[in-house]
């Protein structure tokens, strides 16, 4: 991965790979090509109008509501083989979503930690377990179809990306919105108003696909690497971080979003990012 400086060159070009067709945002329509059949690792919604392939989350549940399969295993496979390699960089480097909201923080306004919420950050693993997981595969109807609860009810990429393009370009679209667009336009709203003030709040405390990424943060390939020769335990990494994590402690948290904050900050130069197996104990680097 790129250099701290260069990170949103990155999410720029991750964000315009996963949506090429523009000019469907014009006219309305959604892109239905071949790669639709495939996932992007980050959250982007299938119906935004300029997206080459499909949201996982999204398909995790399409295919966990069919009454044809009872397990995703090709969306779980591939967020399995995605989490192990790169955790949570995902969040920090290949996610549209998670960028939006950056963008958003740069707002000049007052800024405010989120460590006293730290307890909302499990919410996201509820939210995965139950409205992505649970609810598609036991509510459903008479010909055993269950609805994609998360991107149905919850999901604000999806009525930005999709929903509120669709709905501009479209008359006939526009002219069948009810309460559920209402609803899922308070809950943008939410986010997008959050998130001048708190750094990343969906991604904290509600993004399914974040919490599913997160349980591969420790054991991740590409990860963080403490020099405890050189750590002096000083916390300017803890002070730099945006995502509320020691990182001098648990430079592998579930929260660390691989942003590099932390190795640009360090006075010491004892944080850096590598791609393999290696965890740091005492003053030693060992390999697992």
């Known amino acids: 991965m790129a250099s701290n400086k260069n990170r ?17 945002f014009f006219q309305g329509k959604i892109h239905r090509g071949k790669l639709k059949a495939v996932c992007v690792p980050g959250l982007n919604c299938y ?17 966990t509501g069919s009454s044809k399969f009872h397990l995703a295993y090709y969306v779980t496979g591939f967020l399995i083989l995605v989490g192990a390699l790169l955790g949570r960089a995902v969040c920090g480097f290949l996610c ?15 800024k405010f930690s989120t460590r006293r919420f730290h307890t ?22 008479e010909v055993g179809m269950g609805d994609p609860f998360f991107c149905k009810y919850i999901c604000p990429a999806g009525i930005l990306e999709g929903g509120i393009p669709l709905a501009i370009a479209n008359p006939s679209i526009r002219a069948s919105l009810g309460r559920l667009f209402t609803w899922k336009s308070c809950i943008l709203l939410g986010v997008v108003v959050l998130s001048a003030f708190f750094y990343r709040p969906f ?51 579930a929260e660390c979003i691989r942003c ?3 190795i640009t900050t360090c006075p010491h130069q004892a ?12 003053k030693k680097e060992t390999t697992t």
């Open 8 to 24: 949103w060159k990155i999410q720029l070009g991750a964000t315009l790979a996963t949506n090429p067709f523009l000019l469907n």
């Open 47 to 63: 119906s935004c109008p300029a997206a080459a392939a499909s949201c996982p989350i999204g398909s995790l549940q399409a295919v």
């Open 96 to 110: 549209p979503f998670g960028w939006f909201q950056e963008l958003l923080h740069k707002i000049p306004t007052k």
């Open 120 to 141: 909302l950050t499990y919410l996201k693993y509820v939210i995965l377990a139950i409205f992505v997981i649970v609810l598609p595969m036991t509510v459903v109807n």
């Open 203 to 253: 991604c904290k405390w509600i993004c399914p696909l974040g919490a599913f990424y997160a349980l591969f943060n420790r054991v991740s390939l590409y990860r963080l690497n403490i020099d405890r020769d050189k750590c002096t335990a000083c916390g300017a990494c803890s002070k730099v971080c945006k995502m509320d994590v020691d990182v001098f402690r648990s430079p592998n948290h």
């Open 260 to 262: 590099g904050d932390c």
């Open 271 to 282: 944080i850096s990012k590598t791609f393999s197996l290696k965890t740091t104990r005492g």
